[in-house]
């Protein structure tokens, strides 16, 4: 994989709940933003089986203003029992995550995508930072 094509966030663990200091989960998702406009997706159970609860998610966790931003522009999924549901196998994707299921792990191997899954460690404070970097390896 030399680029990404599509990012995936779930949220807690990831952009809530986390040891990273809020300023670098702002960079972080501020990076997602500016270099992959229309395709940052949310993978989130605040997002699933078509309800949308993102925005009550998020509220009170950033400025009111990035909240709303974040709303717009990242895209919402549609899946019901397994994340996998809503990636494109198709895609160059990175789906961040503190969480996988081994029923998702499997659907990835089968696919042969595992490598687009980016474990994230909530209780690590450098998580935002070394999510950031990752993604900064790839070719924009
Ligand atoms: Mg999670």
């Known amino acids: ?56 998610a998020l509220r009170g966790e950033f400025d009111d203003e990035f909240v709303n931003e974040l709303c717009s522009k990242v895209l919402p999924t549609e899946w019901g029992a397994l994340k996998t549901e809503a990636i494109d196998m198709d895609s160059d994707f990175v789906w961040f995550d503190d969480n996988l299921f081994e029923s998702e792990k499997m659907v990835l191997e089968q696919n042969y995508v595992l490598d687009g899954f980016f474990l994230m460690k909530p209780r690590d404070p450098e998580m935002a930072k070394k999510a950031l970097e990752f993604l900064n390896g790839f070719k924009k």
Not at 5 to 23: H, T
Not at 35 to 49: D, E
Request: hydrophobic fraction near 40%; aromatic fraction near 10%; charge should be negative.
């Open 1 to 56: 994989m030399e680029k990404v094509d599509k990012i995936y966030l779930d949220i807690d663990g990831v952009i809530r709940g986390v040891a990273s200091p809020r300023e670098d989960i702002v960079a972080f998702l501020r990076y997602c933003l500016d270099n992959y406009p229309g395709a940052v997706y949310w993978l989130t159970t605040h997002c699933r089986g078509g309800e949308n609860h993102v925005a009550a």
